[in-house]
């Protein structure tokens, strides 16, 4: 518990830097010049880079642990941030983005294999789980309507500068506060010595998930990704800005509303997670097609689907790949994510002239969901306690 204590204290103070920057980084690309189209690349490029970084982080996580990731991420980011606050030319931001994409891919598979890492029980660590998602969501809760404030007060530079030292100090902080060691890898080595024998060496027992089931996190990142780069777009000066944040802070209480709800996790993160699912695309067909619904009332029951979908699904990989190779895992989950991330983005501002990319958002949801087994007898076979200590369940 004192692991985790730590690790969600400084994990909360590096969400609140980051999602300080979500209403302000679109207005900031305008008032460089950019235009709607390379604003979609300059918040997709963000995510695309990830992709390299995650790739590394599979394996070097696995092998050396969360802690030397986790620290290189957040003091890299920082002094990033800060280099940030002096540019003057869309490209440049362009640049930065795609930096700060590459070193902070190994952040969330990083936090995430050391939380899975603290307990072997599968409820314990949908707990934890949970847990990562409420430091998430209340560090956003308050973040964006911040960033915006002082954006509003102080302007672009001194937030940026700000938000910048911020990150480096929770870096060094996490050099105090996560320990050197990594149960995970542990147990992957003892793992190894029991297994089948291969020549002079061993071959690791290990769980092979099938690719749909990483649509649904690139599904939803798409999904998420076209909300974050339509709403600034609403209104880009320092009135619209302050309006930004609060829609934002609305999302996420919509998200921390259902991340209380810690008896969720007694239920099946696959259904959890397509209940999520369906409960978001109903939203995004609301903010498409349904106008005389409130926007606050949409975004905030979309938030409430994010709380639900978000734990469930780092769960539902845990059970899926039986415990091992988490580094690995969460690697892929988050290159499926940043591919959506991407992807959303960028077909917001190509397509928004011509359809509306919530309805778009709609369409890839309900796409994704086709993607995936659900019927009564997969479910059982796959979340069944049994399955939980027995992989070739799966």
């Known amino acids: 518990m004192k692991t985790a204590f730590w690790l969600y204290l400084f994990l ?27 604003i979609g690349w300059v918040v997709g490029i963000y995510a695309l880079t990830h992709l390299p970084g995650n790739i590394i982080a599979g394996k070097v996580i696995d092998r050396h642990g969360s802690r030397p990731y986790i620290i290189f991420s957040l003091i890299s980011a920082g002094a990033i941030l800060l280099l940030q606050a002096h540019i003057q030319f869309p490209w440049q931001l362009l640049v930065l983005r795609s930096l700060s994409g590459f070193v902070l ?80 890898s542990k147990d992957t080595k003892s793992r190894s010595r029991n297994s089948i024998p291969f020549g002079p060496y061993t071959r690791p027992e290990t769980v092979s998930i099938p690719l749909r089931y990483y649509a649904l996190p690139f599904v939803v990142s798409c999904a998420q990704g076209i909300l974050f780069f339509e709403i600034p777009l609403r209104n880009t000066d320092m009135s619209g800005i302050m309006s930004t944040g609060i829609l934002f802070s609305v999302i ?45 009332v949409s975004l905030f029951v979309l938030g409430s ?79 069944t306690p049994s399955s939980y200590s027995n992989p070739d369940a799966v």
């Open 305 to 383: 689907s994010k709380g639900i979908i978000f734990p469930a699904m780092a769960s539902l990989f845990i059970k899926l790949s039986g415990g091992s190779r988490l580094g690995r895992v969460f690697a892929f989950q988050s290159i499926a994510m940043s591919l959506g991330s991407f992807i959303g983005p960028v077909t917001s501002g190509q397509f928004r002239d011509h359809l509306s990319p919530y309805f778009i958002a709609f369409l890839i949801l309900m796409v994704g969901l086709m993607l995936i087994p659900i019927s009564r007898q997969t479910a059982t076979s796959l979340y």
């Open 105 to 184: 891919a190994f952040l969330s598979p990083a936090c995430l294999a050391l939380l899975a890492s603290l307990s072997k029980d599968p409820v314990t660590q949908g707990k934890y789980m949970s847990g990562h998602g409420v430091i998430h969501t209340l560090a956003s809760v308050v973040s964006p309507a911040v960033g915006a404030f002082i954006v509003a007060n102080a302007g672009y530079t001194m937030t940026f500068q700000s938000l910048g030292w911020l990150l480096m100090a929770t870096g060094v902080m996490a050099i105090f506060s996560v320990p050197k060691t990594f149960r995970a």
């Open 12 to 38: 909360f103070l590096a969400f609140f830097d980051l999602h300080a920057q979500y209403p302000i980084l679109t207005p900031f690309a305008v008032s460089l010049g950019a235009t709607p189209v390379f």
């Open 252 to 296: 996420s209480l919509g998200a921390l509303s259902t991340l209380c709800l810690l008896f969720l996790n007694r239920y099946s993160p696959f259904k959890r997670v397509v209940l999520g699912v369906i409960l978001m695309a109903c939203c995004f067909f609301s903010l498409a097609a349904l106008p005389e619904i409130p926007l606050v």
